[in-house]
């Protein structure tokens, strides 16, 4: 069983920036950079969306296209954490932004951090 933890939402101005971070902890043996990371997010009311996704090693990420030059994701397999680096945030940025780690059929979700853009 693996546990994710969030952090990192707030309440942020159009244009700004936040980091989100995602912590992984497991049972004896937990080896955390054997998983693959991704985030999504969902607004109420609508479908969760993926923004982003690392390797397990991290040597390769994928975003989501409106996304794209906008967010970084990066992860410190040492700290066991992800990080989401969000940049230029609009409003429509507004959700709750989840951590999924996914390993062949293993997979496990955290339970979010709001982000609200908003003047």
């Known amino acids: 069983q693996v546990q994710l933890v969030e952090s990192g939402g707030g309440l942020v101005q159009p244009g700004g920036s936040l980091r989100l971070s995602c912590v992984a902890s497991?049972?004896?043996?937990?080896?955390?950079?054997?998983?693959?990371i991704r985030w999504y997010r969902q607004d109420p009311g609508k479908k969760r969306e993926l923004v982003a996704r690392?390797?397990?090693?991290?040597?390769?990420?994928e975003y989501a296209d409106s996304m794209k030059g906008r967010f970084t994701i990066a992860r410190d397999n040492a700290k066991n954490t992800v990080y989401l680096q969000m940049n230029s945030l609009k409003p429509e940025d507004t959700a709750v932004y989840y951590c999924?780690?996914?390993?062949?059929?293993?997979?496990?979700w955290g339970k979010g951090t709001l982000v609200t853009v908003s003047s």
């Open positions: 690392i390797s397990s090693a991290g040597g390769t990420t």
């Open positions: 999924n780690a996914y390993l062949y059929t293993m997979d496990y």
């Open positions: 497991g049972a004896s043996g937990f080896t955390f950079s054997v998983y693959a």
